[in-house]
Each structure stands twice: as structure tokens, then as C-alpha cells.
């Protein structure tokens, strides 16, 4: 199965912000990207991933719940 190969507008468009959100995400490390020559890349499994880890879902599918 090939990898699924993203831009920094089809990563914008997948999250709904700006692409120059993206550039400042990229810039902070603060999302996973990877340069090919002079344009940046992403692997949609990552995004997804990093979407995952970055919810606030994340924690509550850890931890149950206490009381309810």
C-alpha cells in the first residue's frame, strides 16, 4: 500500500486553517512534516496520529472517567 503524501494546502484544507498555519506549526516543530527540496510534505498517517494526540479526546480514551 503506498503512503499518502500530503502539501502544505491539502494539510490546510484537511484541518480547516490557513496554510500559513501550518508554515508556523512546521516552523515550531510543533507538527510532523518533512522536506522534499524546497517544499514541505506530510504523511496523512502522521497528521492523523498527531490530530489523535493532540485532542482532548486523547486523554479521556486513557482515563476512564470517575462516577459516572
Known amino acids: 500500500m503506498q503512503e499518502i503524501l500530503l502539501t502544505t494546502e491539502q494539510v490546510a ?8 498555519t ?4 512546521v516552523t515550531q516543530k510543533k507538527i510532523p512534516a518533512f522536506k522534499v527540496g524546497a517544499q514541505w510534505r ?5 497528521i492523523d496520529r498527531w490530530l489523535i494526540k493532540n485532542s482532548n479526546l486523547a486523554a479521556a480514551e486513557i482515563t476512564p472517567a470517575r462516577g459516572v
Not at 13 to 20: H, M, S
Open 42 to 46: 506530510f504523511k496523512k498517517k502522521m
Open 22 to 25: 501550518i508554515y508556523r506549526l
Open 13 to 20: 484544507r484537511y484541518l480547516k486553517v490557513d496554510k500559513f
